[in-house]
C-alpha cells in the first residue's frame, strides 16, 4: 500500500508538471487568440459555495492578512485568536509530542485526540492512528482564509465534527503571486524559510509550495529540575506541496494536491526523539452549472516514531519505533436544482483508518528487552446526508440528516518477550453499528446588519486506534487504551446575534450549551496508572463573543469565550470536575495599523485560564497572558523587512504539571527577516 501510494503521489506531481510545461509557452501566444467561450471560463480552486443558511451556526471567517501575521508563524496561533480553540496542551507544534496535537473547540477536550474536524481543501487532516492534527505540515502563507465553526454537529463535513469544523482553505495564484517567500531567524539561531512559484496550469493554474523550518529549541525543564541528560526542545520539519486547478468543460474544474512533510522533534532529554511523516494525494472534481457537485477522494501514508527516556535514569525505556498508518477515503455532494427558494445537498462520505504500532519495552536497569509490542485495527465510516436550506424573505432556515454506518475491526494487541515468545496476545471481536445525526437552524435578518440566529444539533465520533490499543507514557504515569470504548455522541443547541452594519464594525455574540456522551477521557485508577474510558458525559455551557472594529488604517479584532464544563459520572472522584486541560476562560485581541501598501504593525494579547494536569484537579497550569508583536516595512519593490515577537514579556507558560514535574511552552523569541511577494 505505501509504495502504491507513494506512486501515485509521484504521478500527481508528474502530471502538474507536465500539464504546466506547455502552459508556459501558451502565455507566449498572442492574446487575441483566446476564443471568447475560453475567457469566460474561471478557475476558482474552491469548493461549492457556502449555502445561505450557513450563518446559522456560530462561524468566525479567519482572514489571509490574519494568518500570515501572527507573532509565531504557525497556524495553531493563527486559530487561536478564535477563542475556544485549544489543543490538548498549551505548547505549539514546536516544543510538543506530535501525538497531543488534538484540535477542539467549545472546552470539549480531555484527552488528546481532536473533536473537532480540521478541513484542508475539504480532505480530513487528522492522523488516521493518532487522531492528531500535522500542523507542521499547514503553512499559513499557503492559505486563503479558515472558517471555524463551533459547535454544529457532523451534518455534510463527515463524522468527527464533534466540537466544530475547522475549514482551511488554499490560495490560489492571484493571491500567491507568482513568486513568493520569507527567510526569518530568531535570538536562539532558529530559522524559518518558505518560498513557492505559481503561475497558469492548462486555462487553470497550478502552486508549488514549501517550507523549512529548524531550531535548537529552548530548555522546556525549569532551571531548578535541569540534569546532565536535560536537553533543548530542539525541531526540524519541512514541507513540500504541489497544487493544479485546471477547468474541464465550461463548468467543472479539476483539483489535485500533493503533500509530503518530516517532521522531528526533541523533548525535555537527549535522545527523546519523536517524528512524524506525512504523504497526502488528493483529486477533486467540483461542478457549477446547474447540478452542482463536488467530488473528492484521497489517500494519506503516515507514520510516528517516538523515544521514551527515563527521567530518573536518563535511558530509554521505551522505543515506538514504528506506527504505520493509512487513510484512505471521499466524498460526494450533490446540489439538484429545486428553485430559487431552495438550496437542497445530497451526498455522501467515507473514511478508512487503518494502522498498528511496533514498540519495545526496554529494562531502564539492564537495558534489556522487556517486550516487543505490536497493535493495530481498523476503523470505517461510511456516511449519508441530506440537508436543505429553505428561504422565506428575511427568514432562513435550515434542516439536515446523517446516517453512519461504522465498523471498528481487525483489533489485535501482542506482546513479545526478546526471544520472541508470546507473553500476551489478544484479538478483539469486530463491531459495528448504525449511528443517526441531525441539525436545524434558522436565521432572520433584521434589517440594518442584524442577524438573528438559532441552531441544534447532534454528532458522531468514533473512538481512534490509539485510544483503543496504544498503551502510552509520561513518565511516571502510564496511561492504557481499551478496545472496549464506545462512540462519543454530540448533543447541543446555541442562539446569537450579529451585528455589522457596514465594512467597520462587526459584532458576534453566542450562547450554547454542549453535551458529550460517553466522553473518551483519561481516567485516573491510581497515582501512576490512567485508562481511557468512556465516562457519562462531558457538559460545556458558556458565551463566545467577537468584535471587530476598523478606523480608518487603524483596527481592533478581539474574541472571548467563558465555558463552564464538568466532566460527569456517577460516583467517580472526577464527578463534577473540569475536563482535564480545560481552560474556564479564553481570550485574545488584536490592534493592527496599516500603512502604504503593504506596511502592518500589528500587538496582540492573549489570555488562557487556569487548567488542571488530569481528571482529579491535583496538578495545576496556572491562568497565562501573552503579548505578540507583527510588524512589515516596506523596503523596495515586493519586498519587506518582518520583525516578530512571541511572549514578549517572557511569561512561564506551564504546559505539564504531573505533581511538580513541569514543563515550559515558548519563552521570548524574537525574529527578524525578509519576506517577498504576498
Known amino acids: 500500500m505505501r509504495q502504491t501510494f507513494r506512486s501515485s503521489l509521484f504521478l500527481t506531481v508528474a502530471g502538474l508538471s507536465a500539464i504546466w510545461a506547455p502552459t508556459a509557452l501558451a502565455q507566449e501566444t498572442d492574446a487575441d487568440t483566446v476564443t471568447e467561450e475560453e475567457a469566460l471560463i474561471v478557475v476558482t480552486g474552491e469548493g461549492l459555495d457556502q449555502t445561505p443558511a450557513s450563518p446559522a451556526y456560530d462561524t468566525q471567517l479567519i482572514e489571509r492578512e490574519q494568518l500570515v501575521a501572527t507573532s509565531s508563524g504557525r497556524i495553531e496561533d493563527a486559530l487561536a485568536s ?19 496535537q488534538g484540535a477542539t473547540l467549545r472546552s470539549l477536550g480531555g484527552n488528546a485526540t481532536s473533536r473537532a474536524l480540521v478541513l484542508l481543501d475539504g480532505v480530513p487532516m487528522a492522523d488516521p492512528f493518532f487522531g492528531f492534527i500535522p500542523f507542521t505540515a499547514i503553512a499559513p502563507e499557503r492559505l486563503a482564509q479558515v472558517r471555524v465553526t463551533r459547535g454544529g454537529g457532523s451534518g455534510p463535513f463527515g463524522a468527527g465534527a464533534l466540537a466544530g469544523t475547522i475549514e482551511l482553505d488554499s490560495a490560489d495564484a492571484t493571491t500567491l503571486g507568482s513568486f513568493g517567500g520569507h527567510v526569518y531567524v530568531n535570538d536562539r539561531g532558529g530559522t524559518e524559510s518558505a518560498a513557492h512559484v505559481a503561475g497558469d496550469l492548462a486555462g487553470g493554474f497550478g502552486v508549488i509550495s514549501g517550507r523549512w523550518d529548524r ?3 529552548f530548555f522546556t525543564t525549569p532551571p531548578a529540575d535541569r540534569v546532565d541528560a536535560s536537553a ?18 465550461d463548468t467543472m474544474e479539476l483539483q489535485a494536491r500533493g503533500l509530503i512533510y518530516d517532521d522531528r522533534r526533541t523533548l ?3 535522545g527523546a526523539d519523536s517524528s512524524s511523516t506525512g504523504q497526502d494525494a488528493s483529486l477533486r472534481l467540483v461542478g457549477r452549472g446547474d447540478w452542482q457537485f463536488d467530488a473528492l477522494a484521497y489517500v494519506q501514508a503516515r507514520n510516528f516514531t517516538n523515544t521514551v527516556i527515563s527521567s530518573t535514569r536518563f535511558v530509554p525505556v521505551l522505543d515506538q519505533r514504528n506506527t504505520p498508518s493509512t487513510g484512505l477515503g471521499g466524498k460526494f455532494e450533490i446540489r439538484p436544482p429545486v428553485g430559487d427558494s431552495n438550496v437542497l445537498r445530497l451526498g455522501m462520505d467515507y473514511r478508512r483508518s487503518d494502522g498498528e504500532l511496533f514498540e519495545t519495552a526496554i529494562s531502564a536497569f539492564s537495558g534489556a528487552v522487556r517486550e516487543r509490542r505490536n497493535a493495530g485495527g481498523t476503523n470505517t465510516d461510511l456516511g449519508f446526508f441530506f440537508e436543505n436550506d429553505l428561504l422565506l424573505g428575511p427568514l432562513t432556515l435550515t434542516a439536515g440528516a446523517r446516517l453512519d454506518r461504522y465498523t471498528i475491526r481487525d483489533g489485535f494487541y501482542v506482546a513479545r518477550s526478546d526471544d520472541g515468545a508470546v507473553l500476551l496476545e489478544q484479538r478483539f471481536a469486530d463491531r459495528s453499528g448504525w449511528e443517526e445525526s441531525f441539525r436545524g437552524g434558522a436565521v432572520f435578518d433584521v434589517g440594518g446588519g442584524l442577524r438573528l440566529r438559532a441552531a441544534a444539533y447532534t454528532g458522531l465520533r468514533l473512538p481512534t486506534l ?6 502510552f507514557v509520561v513518565f511516571p504515569v502510564t496511561t492504557n487504551a481499551n478496545a472496549a470504548l464506545e462512540n ?8 446569537g446575534i450579529d451585528f455589522a452594519p457596514g465594512d467597520t464594525f462587526d459584532f458576534s455574540l453566542t450562547a450554547f450549551q454542549n453535551r458529550v456522551k460517553g466522553a473518551i477521557a483519561n481516567v485516573t485508577l491510581d497515582p501512576v496508572t490512567r485508562q481511557r474510558r468512556n465516562i457519562d458525559a462531558i457538559e460545556a ?31 467517580a472522584a472526577f464527578d463534577g470536575n473540569r475536563p482535564s486541560q480545560t481552560p474556564a476562560w479564553v481570550g485574545g485581541a488584536t490592534v493592527s495599523y496599516r500603512f502604504g501598501e503593504s506596511g502592518l504593525v500589528a500587538a496582540n494579547l492573549r489570555h488562557v485560564g487556569r487548567q488542571f494536569e488530569d481528571d482529579l484537579e491535583s496538578d495545576v497550569l496556572p491562568a497565562v497572558t501573552t503579548f505578540g508583536l507583527f510588524a512589515q516595512v516596506p523596503v523596495t519593490g515586493d519586498a519587506s523587512l518582518v520583525l516578530r515577537g512571541e511572549n514578549l514579556t517572557d511569561e512561564d507558560i506551564v504546559t505539564r504539571n504531573q505533581g511538580g514535574s513541569i514543563d515550559y511552552g515558548t519563552p521570548r523569541t524574537v525574529w527578524i527577516g525578509i519576506r517577498i511577494g504576498g
Open 232 to 249: 533543548r526542545a530542539a525541531y526540524d520539519s519541512w514541507s513540500v506541496q504541489a497544487r493544479g486547478v485546471t477547468p474541464v468543460g
Open 82 to 100: 478564535v477563542a475556544g480553540f485549544q489543543q490538548f496542551r498549551r505548547s505549539d507544534s514546536r516544543s510538543s509530542n506530535p501525538s497531543a
Open 215 to 217: 531550531d535548537k529549541g
Open 488 to 495: 462519543e455522541r454530540l448533543e447541543g443547541f446555541e442562539a
Open 541 to 571: 455551557r458558556g458565551i463566545e463573543a467577537s468584535l471587530g472594529l476598523g478606523l480608518g488604517d487603524l483596527r481592533f479584532d478581539g474574541s472571548l469565550a467563558y465555558t463552564d464544563a464538568e466532566a460527569q459520572q456517577a460516583d
Open 268 to 270: 525535555r532529554f537527549d
Open 466 to 471: 490509539n485510544e483503543l490499543y496504544r498503551p
